[in-house]
């Protein structure tokens, strides 16, 4: 079973100072890259809905405009209607006048009339049967720009999640970076004279499922004493839990570190749900941010040794 150990040496704290002050630089100017993304996405959302608006107007203006058509269509229809109304009782009062001579003259008026009738028929049917492709067309255009729209916004979302997923890792660097030296004073003083800095210890694959077993932010450390600390932004309940399941197996997969004493501690920015209390009663040690690039620690009633 293959086992790797990566080991860092003491940053002099000059050195340590402009580490400090270029990843401020780099978090700020990621902030400011990403401000700037979200204004640019917003300007164009906005021109989007805004044109989107305009056609939706043009669309409703064109739609009346075809309804006010129809309407005096319709209406000059029922005058022609009327005036035939009309003409038809005047035909059937000459008709009681002269029957019998005008009987082959009313066939064929009746015929001329059918015909008109169905080609008026006919050219409504086809007047519908566009009006119904005309909206099938609209609703089709309409639900293309609806899906374009949404593939837009998905593509927007993707470029902020990923500039959001850079600034955060920049930001876990910077506390990890702020809690080393931190860590070695408090240590010290709590009785714990660490005075050696392992970084991102990661134990070799499972020989089955290929899979890495244990890995640890920092790992302070003298001939008989470790510390293994877990960093965190946030720190969680079960953040808690998980390291202390990851540390129940620290020697098997270190065996390297058997013959030592081995304690956990967690680092954090701001702990959630009470994780602070939650991780002291579990044994481990609690490091805090205050604030002015300094951290301070809490013991754990009963230290939990692995």
Not at 26 to 43: F, G, I, K, T
Not at 257 to 286: E, N, P
């Amino acid at each position: 079973m293959n086992e790797q150990n990566y080991i860092i040496q003491p940053i002099p704290m000059p050195e340590f100072r402009k580490l400090i002050e270029a990843v401020n630089e780099s978090v700020r100017e990621n902030s400011r890259l990403l401000r700037e993304a979200a204004e640019r996405e917003e300007r164009a959302r906005t021109e989007r809905i805004a044109q989107w608006e305009k056609e939706r107007k043009e669309r409703e203006e064109a739609e009346k405009r075809r309804e006010e058509a129809e309407k005096r269509r319709e209406e000059a229809e029922n005058r022609r209607e009327a005036k035939r109304e009309a003409e038809r009782e005047k035909e059937r009062k000459e008709r009681e006048e002269a029957e019998k001579k005008r009987e082959e003259a009313e066939k064929k008026r009746e015929e001329a009339e059918k015909k008109r009738e169905a080609k008026r028929e006919a050219e409504r049917e086809k007047e519908r049967k566009e009006r119904e492709e005309a909206e099938k067309k609209r609703e089709a255009e309409r639900e293309k720009e609806r899906k374009e729209a949404e593939r837009i916004m998905r593509k927007s979302d993707t470029r902020i999640d990923r500039m959001v997923d850079m600034f955060t890792t920049q930001w876990g660097k910077l506390v990890e970076a702020l809690c080393k030296p931190a860590a070695l004073k408090l240590f010290k003083k709590s009785g714990i004279g660490v005075n050696q800095i392992y970084k991102e210890c990661a134990h070799g694959k499972d020989p089955i499922s290929g899979e890495d077993r244990v890995e640890i932010d920092v790992l302070y450390e003298n001939n008989h004493v470790m510390v293994a600390t877990e960093v965190k932004t946030t720190c969680s309940k079960s953040d808690v839990d998980e390291f202390i399941a990851k540390m129940e197996n620290f020697k098997t997969y270190f065996k390297v570190f058997a013959d030592k004493t081995v304690y956990g501690a967690m680092a954090a920015i701001k702990y959630t749900q009470s994780a602070d209390k939650y991780a002291q009663k579990k044994g481990l040690f609690v490091l805090t941010f205050s604030g002015e690039d300094t951290f301070t620690m809490s013991e754990p009633g009963t230290r939990k040794m692995f």
